[in-house]
């Protein structure tokens, strides 16, 4: 299985179905077919059977990425994201509300007697910029193995969307891991068709919070889902893939250049114009904002994670409407009035 785009980890198939899994914080975890007797010379490995029959996830994208894989849920005991909270995501609701798979509370804070009760033999943690550093050391002092998903961390949203071979690697759904991904390029090389040679409006990100704004930079995978759009990225000068804080005058100099701004929060968090106003009085005076043209994420938006490639496909529809005849949005929504 190649590992095109993510940048994070790695899979090595070895003899007789077993392959060696490196996740990202260099952790190898050696998986061997049920039944199977695991290969000698790999001592200092984590030993797994597969597909692993008990996972618990501490973190609703990675469980967004494979839930929609048939049957792939049957091998996960515990979630971090309540029933009624999953919107769309496939199957996810009917085993919460079965029981067939539990709540395990917060992410910081889950229930450990539950996850115990569970008996997990690997939990599905991430590290980086937000690590679960108490969660991981909890769960290591419990004898559960963790695997390190960092698809958040990755700089272009085709790597984002590759993430879902790592977590299927443990449960033998390689082949439709690699089915799935080719079937996202596919959609975004024909949205890419689609825009060649279209005009390039000028394209603001960036939310307000505490009298600041978070604007990512120019590496980070939203300019570069923004530039496969078919946008001109208008903050192309703040270096680095993270975001950067910036005071909403800095922020409002450059607005005034935008045709569209997609502001990275939901309506439960940003109901209106006048609820933004309020948060930075100074944006409306932006063209951007006169036009009604200040774009949202749809409340659900992080549990699509296998949806990644159709996110960039609607900013494309938002960028092109004319292409984009009579689209119906899902993952961005108009900021109400």
Same mark, same amino acid.
């Given at each position: 299985?190649?590992?095109e785009?993510?940048?994070?980890?790695?899979?090595?198939?070895?003899?007789?179905?077993?392959?060696?899994?490196t996740?990202?914080?260099?952790?190898?975890?050696?998986?061997?077919?049920?039944?199977?007797?695991?290969?000698?010379?790999?001592?200092?490995?984590?030993?797994?059977?597969?597909?692993?029959?008990?996972?618990?996830?501490?973190?609703?994208?990675?469980?967004?990425? +494979?839930?929609?894989?048939? #049957?792939?849920?049957? !091998?996960?005991? %515990?979630?971090?994201?309540? @029933? $009624?909270?999953?919107?769309?995501?496939?199957?996810?609701?009917?085993?919460?509300?079965?029981?067939?798979?539990?709540?395990?509370?917060?992410?910081?804070?889950?229930?450990?007697?539950?996850?115990?009760?569970?008996?997990?033999?690997?939990?599905?943690?991430?590290?980086?910029?937000?690590?679960?550093?108490?969660?991981i050391?909890?769960?290591?002092?419990?004898?559960?193995?963790?695997?390190?998903?960092?698809?958040?961390?990755?700089?272009?949203?085709q790597?984002?969307?590759?993430?879902?071979k790592?977590?299927?690697?443990?449960?033998?759904?390689?082949?439709?891991?690699?089915?799935?991904?080719?079937?996202?390029?596919?959609?975004?090389?024909?949205?890419?068709?689609?825009i060649?040679?279209?005009?390039?409006?000028?394209?603001?990100?960036?939310?307000?919070?505490?009298? +600041?704004?978070?604007?990512? #930079?120019?590496?980070? !995978?939203?300019? %570069?889902?923004?530039?496969? @759009? $078919?946008?001109?990225?208008?903050?192309?000068?703040?270096?680095?893939?993270?975001?950067?804080?910036?005071?909403?005058?800095?922020?409002?100099?450059?607005?005034?250049?935008?045709?569209?701004?997609?502001?990275?929060?939901?309506?439960?968090y940003?109901?209106?114009?006048?609820?933004?106003?309020?948060?930075?009085?100074?944006?409306?005076?932006?063209?951007?904002?006169?036009?009604?043209?200040?774009?949202?994420?749809?409340?659900?938006?992080?549990?699509?994670?296998?949806?990644?490639?159709?996110?960039?496909?609607?900013?494309?529809?938002?960028?092109?409407?004319?292409?984009?005849?009579?689209?119906?949005?899902?993952?961005?929504?108009?900021?109400?009035?």
């Open positions: 299985m190649k590992v785009y993510a940048s994070a980890f790695s899979l090595e198939y070895l003899e007789d179905g077993a392959k060696l899994l996740d990202a914080e260099n952790q190898k975890f050696l998986l061997v077919p049920r039944g199977e007797t695991a290969p000698e010379g790999y001592e200092d490995t984590i030993l797994l059977y597969y597909p692993v029959e008990r996972a618990v996830s501490f973190s609703i994208t990675q469980v967004g990425m +494979v839930a929609h894989y048939d #049957g792939l849920l049957d !091998y996960f005991g %515990g979630v971090t994201g309540d @029933a $009624g909270t999953w919107g769309e995501v496939k199957n996810i609701e009917e085993y919460l509300a079965s029981g067939k798979i539990k709540y395990l509370g917060g992410s910081s804070t889950p229930d450990y007697e539950l996850v115990q009760e569970i008996n997990p033999e690997i939990a599905f943690v991430y590290t980086g910029n937000s690590a679960q550093t108490d969660l050391n909890m769960l290591t002092q419990l004898g559960i193995p963790v695997a390190v998903d960092n698809e958040y961390m990755e700089a272009t949203h790597g984002r969307m590759e993430w879902t790592f977590i299927a690697a443990f449960f033998g759904y390689e082949d439709e891991a690699v089915s799935y991904v080719d079937w996202q390029l596919e959609n975004l090389a024909q949205m890419e068709a689609l060649a040679g279209k005009g390039k409006p000028k394209v603001a990100w960036g939310m307000v919070y505490n009298g +600041v704004v978070y604007v990512p #930079g120019n590496e980070s !995978y939203v300019a %570069g889902a923004v530039r496969a @759009a $078919g946008g001109d990225y208008i903050f192309s000068g703040i270096v680095g893939a993270g975001s950067t804080q910036i005071s909403i005058e800095e922020f409002y100099a450059t607005l005034v250049e935008a045709d569209i701004w997609i502001y990275p929060s939901n309506k439960n940003l109901p209106s114009y006048k609820a933004l106003f309020e948060l930075a009085p100074v944006a409306a005076d932006a063209p951007v904002v006169a036009n009604g043209n200040v774009w949202q994420f749809d409340e659900f938006y992080y549990y699509y994670t296998n949806e990644a490639d159709m996110q960039v496909v609607e900013l494309a529809a938002i960028f092109h409407p004319d292409v984009f005849e009579g689209h119906e949005f899902r993952h961005y929504h108009l900021l109400a009035d």
